[in-house]
């Protein structure tokens, strides 16, 4: 039995703390491990497969006598750059499919597990092609082509799908004060848990990440067939984790075409406040319009809302209902609130560049450094190790101890946080590449080939600063972002939406293809100082821009979100 919903003045006195995570939770998160376990693990080795030629007397890409890297393809850094940023491109395209296919027709477990069967298959293909046999008969390549287009499809139908699975566990959406066993009187806030639920969430995917430093090191001493393997054998346990929570789960039901009623919603806010200049049109959608009848200023939103829409047809509000009017007015609010989180998520793909260079550039950085014998793409498993490690910092240790001196660590100001930490990262990483250049002019030369220049002696521990970087700031800006569009998204939105979110990612990455010729020496400098730049105006600008929402967040997190789930 849940006690008393709070006052305002417990609101303003007790501490808050989260609610209790429910099992089920806890196996999503497990599943979420093995999809990224299975996406990670594979992809980690996949700069060299592309990039590299294969070693003297190797047959699957591993390292055999004086070889310094793995390889397999020898396509070059360039297109081994274009490949793997497709590759994020497409992950991150198809959740917008899987979303609408999840909200419209299937639900989201029925979705994930269809979009399981894409993932395997592809998987399947990427390692049996990656064999001896398939690299001497150069079916390789073709069959790589094929299986990111496979992997990027069920990668992508899982990934819009899962998070609000996870947060669709949660029974309790209301608030309510609890007397703890030493006898402190709390508020059990729905904010607060959901804010450990995704903590949790992002502290599994980054556990699975951690599969690639097993995956690096057999491409190293087996071959690239070995290192996919493994990942592949992990996606496999995937339908076994929902065959066992299937009866276990709760399962929002899909709820028809939601999409055209939030599309007719956002057009009649649009008709009201259209004007061709575009900033009086700006100040229509952000301040409102003045009612003709009134004349106060009222918001554009207001004649999306049933009631008014009724009075403005022929006839007035004594008409029929239209069958076309199937909303009330809380969806108004909700989809308004949706778009605010669109708007915040506009700034997100200059965040994710950053993030998109541990993918391939940094690897191939790496390959320039002193290596002492260990793997150049070993370092990237050190990212989600960060992560593994500070998360749990973060939610038991520095996030509860500002929630009890009354001073909460709201998501504008996380995600700000995120970007700055973001840029510091790259400019990090354009100094480290500015010593590289130094040390060894040949890289300075248009056309210089990797085989024509010696490594530096800057050892490659020395590049780990970037990736505890990058990791703090996936803590501030992308956990939260995933939170966010949780929170904001109307319930029968909420996989659209988080699609949204992860879209930004695709985003990033198309602006990341305008960058294929300078992600190569000896332009690299350059690369990363403007990428820092870019995100440190973006974090400027959105914090700007935002600030003044972390004073409504609790209030807006209410609408809609409905009474608590039954047991």
């Known amino acids: 039995m849940l006690g008393p919903a709070p006052t305002e003045e417990e609101r303003r006195t007790l501490r808050k703390v989260p609610s209790y995570i429910p099992p089920m939770a806890f196996l999503v998160a497990f599943l979420e491990l093995c999809e990224r376990a299975s996406y990670y693990g594979l992809t980690g080795p996949i700069v060299n497969y592309i990039q590299n030629p294969l070693p003297p007397g190797s047959d699957g890409g591993q390292l055999v006598g004086t070889s310094k890297v793995p390889g397999a393809l020898g396509q070059g850094q360039s297109v081994a750059f274009a490949i793997t940023t497709f590759n994020s491109f497409w992950a991150y395209v198809m959740p917008i499919i899987g979303a609408v296919v999840a909200d419209t027709w299937l639900g989201r477990y029925k979705a994930i597990c269809w979009f399981t069967v894409v993932k395997i298959l592809a998987q399947i293909l990427l390692t049996a092609s990656a064999s001896p046999a398939g690299i001497a008969s150069g079916a390789a390549y073709p069959c790589l082509v094929v299986g990111i287009v496979l992997l990027g499809i069920g990668t992508g139908g899982i990934k819009s799908n899962v998070s609000p699975l996870i947060a669709d566990q949660i029974k309790t959406r209301k608030a309510y004060v609890e007397t703890l066993k030493d006898g402190t009187r709390v508020i059990r806030d729905p904010n607060a848990t959901m804010q450990r639920l995704f903590n949790l969430f992002y502290f599994f995917i980054n556990l699975g990440a951690c599969l690639k430093i097993a995956t690096v090191y057999l491409e190293k001493d087996i071959g690239f067939w070995a290192s996919f393997l493994l990942p592949t054998c992990l996606a496999c346990l995937m339908p076994l984790v929902l065959l066992l929570g299937n009866k276990h789960y709760i399962k929002v039901p899909p709820r028809g075409s939601i999409l055209l009623e939030a599309l007719r919603v956002i ?33 554009v939103w207001e004649y999306a809302k049933p009631l008014v829409v009724m009075s403005s047809l022929k006839g007035g509000s ?250």
């Open 318 to 567: 004594a008409l029929e209902r239209p069958k076309w009017l199937t909303w009330d007015a809380t969806f108004v609010e909700e989809v308004q609130r949706t778009m605010r989180a669109c708007a915040i998520f506009a700034y997100y793909p200059l965040f994710w560049l950053p993030y998109l260079m541990m993918t391939n550039n940094l690897v191939s950085q790496a390959a320039t450094l002193r290596l002492g014998g260990v793997p150049n793409d070993i370092l990237s498993a050190f990212n989600p190790i960060s992560v593994v490690i500070m998360l749990p910092i973060m939610d038991r240790v520095v996030y509860p101890l500002l929630r009890r001196f009354n001073l909460p660590f709201r998501p504008i100001t996380r995600i700000f946080v995120g970007f700055m930490v973001a840029a510091a990262a790259m400019v990090y990483a354009a100094v480290l590449q500015a010593k590289i250049y130094d040390e060894v002019p040949c890289r300075t030369q248009p056309g210089a080939a990797d085989a024509d220049c010696d490594s530096s002696s800057i050892s490659l521990w020395v590049q780990l600063p970037v990736y505890i970087l990058i990791a703090f700031s996936e803590i501030m800006a992308s956990v939260t972002g995933l939170e966010y569009a949780y929170q904001k998204a109307p319930a029968r939105l909420k996989s659209v939406v988080t699609s949204l979110y992860l879209f930004t990612n695709a985003f990033a990455s198309a602006l990341s293809f305008a960058l294929t010729h300078v992600s190569q020496d000896p332009y690299l400098v350059w690369l990363y100082g403007s990428i820092a730049v870019a995100a440190f105006i973006a974090g400027i600008l959105f914090f700007i821009s935002f600030r003044k929402w972390n004073k409504f967040e609790e209030v807006e997190n209410e609408i809609g979100r409905g009474p608590d789930r039954e047991e």
């Open 267 to 299: 057009r009649l806010v649009i008709a009201k406040g259209f004007s061709w200049n575009i900033l009086r049109f700006r100040n229509n959608l952000a301040n409102g319009v003045i009612d003709s009848t009134t004349g106060q200023r009222t918001s």
